[in-house]
């Protein structure tokens, strides 16, 4: 491929070897060549791909986003198993294989560089081996917006998540000129662009380490009308309720707070960062039957959270979401707690809240504390009474830019 654009491969693929500690721990956690997304933009757009490597990407984001996840291409899934999807578990999509995974074409590319000699920055050989090694371990993914309208064929503009709340950026294309040769041009890249014809964005993944709405249904397809309602997540342990109508050895009027579905309003992000994803929490008071002040010693309140990715073509539709917050709730469960957020990450913190319930007509509240990262935004936060839930079970209410619908199920 003749190409326009020229640079030192050392230079746009690693930086000097260094140790990055986690935000919240301070523990080393990598070192080695660091993975930019701009860097791998520009090496991707310097490969000759084909319709099967073209096929392998929108392949793995289908997959993706078909596990609830955004559409997303991690580089591990890539060089681990190509055309897999974040939720496929290691496993290539439908047992699908490559002649020419997207894998090789890198790790060929990168080889040919070392060997051309035109890879020294700041005094140092790149070594591809090691700078493969940082790409399998990164973060780093391909992230292909409105992917569902690719028409099978045409190549996408390749760019990278800017810094900052930048919506346009450098994108690079391949031109073929009349004589055959193919060069590599920048141009600019919106999201307007990106509805028109593919765009591949280089940013991060935030989602792939989070069971989203769609894989907790998968593991517990038993649970409701074949796996159509769900659990949620009490911690890292599912939650399972004992019943919709009624808990075992419990009382009959045992009811349960379902959510069937959402509407988001608004997108939190630019659309270089992807999807909205939301994380839905709960605290209350499972099952709660105690008689004296003495009895409540036995309980303790739980916080029942999910996930749900709104991609971006998703905004402003009604989606399913068909979800359990509270499995038994008693006549005794005054209110619960609810968190909206959308993910931003950010070092961990919980806020401070409380359910209430009622034992011989006194009010008393349980402390609870639900997690959260200090840079999410707080969609939506408050209580949600049993009055208002039995008053407006069924219909559609505003919690700051999402939609939700509410049902009580049993007696």
Partial sequence: MKKTISFFIA?????????????????????GPQVRPDQLAMILSEIDMGKEQLWEVHDAVTSSSGNGYDEEYTMADLFASPGAG???????????????????LIREYLVDAQGKGGTKATGESLDADDYLKALTSSDVQIYWPYS?????????VITFAPEGDA??????????????????????????????RPVWVINRNTDGGFVSLEMLRRQDPSFGEGGTIVVG???????????????????????????????????????????????????SVENFQAKSEEEMKRYSPSVTEFMVVVRRNQIGKK?????????????????????????????????????????????YGFNIEIPLNTRDDIV????????????????TGRFGDVELTFEILGK
């Avoid at 939506?380 to 219909?395: D, I, K, P, V």
Wanted: proline share 3%; charged share 30%; net charge negative.
């Fill in 319 to 363: 989606l399913p979401f068909n979800a359990v917050l509270v499995s038994d709730w008693s006549a005794q469960l005054d209110n619960v707690a609810f968190l909206i957020t959308e993910d931003d990450g950010g070092s961990r913190t919980t806020w401070k809240c409380t359910a209430d319930v009622k034992v011989k007509s006194k009010g």
């Fill in 233 to 283: 997540r009490t911690g890292n342990a599912p939650h399972r309720p004992a019943g919709l109508s009624k808990a075992e050895g419990g009382e009959d009027n045992l009811r349960t707070l379902v959510i069937k579905s959402l509407r988001a309003n608004r997108n939190y992000d630019t659309w270089f960062a992807g999807a909205s994803e939301f994380f839905f929490r709960c605290g």
């Fill in 380 to 395: 939506w936060r408050g209580s949600l009474a049993r009055t208002w839930l039995e008053r407006y079970s069924g219909e």
């Fill in 86 to 104: 974040v939720g496929d578990a290691g496993q290539t999509r439908a047992g699908k294989t490559y002649e020419r995974p997207l894998r090789d």
């Fill in 11 to 31: 230079a746009v693929m690693v930086m000097a070897a260094c140790e990055r500690l986690d935000d919240n721990h301070g523990v080393p956690v990598e070192t």
């Fill in 148 to 156: 569902e309208d690719w028409d099978g064929r045409t190549a996408p």
């Fill in 167 to 196: 919506v346009t950026n450098t994108g690079f294309v391949v031109r073929e000129d009349a004589q055959g040769q193919k060069r590599v041009e920048e141009v600019v890249v919106d999201e307007d662009m990106a509805i028109r």
